[in-house]
């Protein structure tokens, strides 16, 4: 009767214990999903080219590292996009991997180290 108790009491707190640890498993797990990457969309921009009588239209998307793009950095990030695009050419603007990198170089620029851009993304990009 008596070891009958204690396998009991032995069964019952190693089940117990089986449970806590499934449960902050789980707990670590769910908060580490919740870190970035964080993805924002910037709006249509349009813009004049360098050349006569041409404008592209653009939409990025912007991916930052474990925190959210803040919108108070927007208009900075657009501003500087804008002074980019006004320099190109469409010859230039075709080349989508340089000017992709040229891009990324500038919204850093912009946020000035506040926030990490990791990557940037073309949602759109027309050119006429």
């Not at 670590?28 to 910037?42: F, I, N, R």
């Not at 980019?84 to 000017?99: H, N, P």
């Amino acid at each position: 009767m008596v070891r009958s108790v204690v396998r009991w009491k032995s069964f019952t707190a190693l089940l117990v214990f089986s449970w806590a640890c499934v449960f902050l498993l789980a707990g670590c797990s769910s908060h580490a999903e919740k870190k970035g990457p964080y993805v924002t969309e910037l709006g249509p921009i349009a813009t004049n080219v360098a050349e006569e009588k041409r404008y592209v239209r653009v939409t990025l998307v912007l991916e930052t590292g474990n925190e959210p793009l803040p919108e108070t950095e927007v208009p900075r990030i657009r501003d500087a996009v804008i002074s980019l695009l006004r320099r190109k050419s469409a010859v230039e603007l075709a080349d989508t991997a340089t000017l992709k990198q040229e891009l990324l170089e500038v919204v850093r620029r912009a946020v000035g180290g506040r926030v990490y851009v990791q990557g940037v993304y073309f949602r759109e990009l027309i050119v006429q």
